[in-house]
C-alpha cells in the first residue's frame, strides 16, 4: 500500500514558477514509476509528466515540455514538479500517481495504482 500526498500548489501569476512536491509512504516507492496529472474543471484527467523508479528516464506532455521537470528523491521518498513559465491554461488541480511497474513511463490513468488527493494551482493572466 502506498499513501500520497501532495503540497505546493497556489495561485500565481502567468510567468511565475511553483514546485509541487509529493510525498509517498511505503517501504517499495523507489520502485515505482512516478507521475503527475492535472484536471481542469470540466476536463478529463489529463497526463503532465512521469518518472522511472531510478530517476533516470523522463517524459512529459507536450504542453508542458521544456517548462515543467519533475524529478524524485527516493531518500526522502518525494517526487516534485517544477513549473516554469505557467500559463493560465496550467490551472488545474494536480495529482501524482504511483505505476507499480517502475520502468514503464505511461500516461494513461488506468495505469496507476495509487493516487494522490491531488492540490490546487491557479494562474491568473
Known amino acids: 500500500q502506498v499513501q500520497l500526498v501532495e503540497s505546493g500548489g497556489g495561485l500565481v501569476q502567468a510567468g511565475d514558477s511553483l514546485r509541487l512536491s509529493c510525498a509517498a509512504s511505503g517501504r517499495t516507492y523507489s520502485s515505482y514509476a512516478m507521475a503527475w496529472f492535472r484536471q481542469a474543471p470540466g476536463k478529463e484527467r489529463e497526463f503532465v509528466a512521469v518518472i522511472s523508479w531510478s530517476g533516470g528516464r523522463t517524459y512529459y506532455a507536450d504542453s508542458v515540455k521544456g517548462r515543467f521537470t519533475i524529478s524524485r528523491d527516493n531518500a526522502k521518498n518525494t517526487v516534485y514538479l517544477q513549473m516554469n513559465s505557467l500559463k493560465p491554461e496550467d490551472t488545474a488541480v494536480y495529482y501524482c500517481?504511483?505505476?507499480?511497474?517502475?520502468?514503464?513511463?505511461?500516461?494513461?490513468?488506468?495505469?496507476?495504482?495509487?493516487w494522490g488527493q491531488g492540490t490546487q494551482v491557479t494562474v491568473s493572466s
Open positions: 500517481a504511483a505505476d507499480l511497474i517502475g520502468g514503464r513511463l505511461t500516461g494513461r490513468t488506468d495505469e496507476y495504482d495509487y
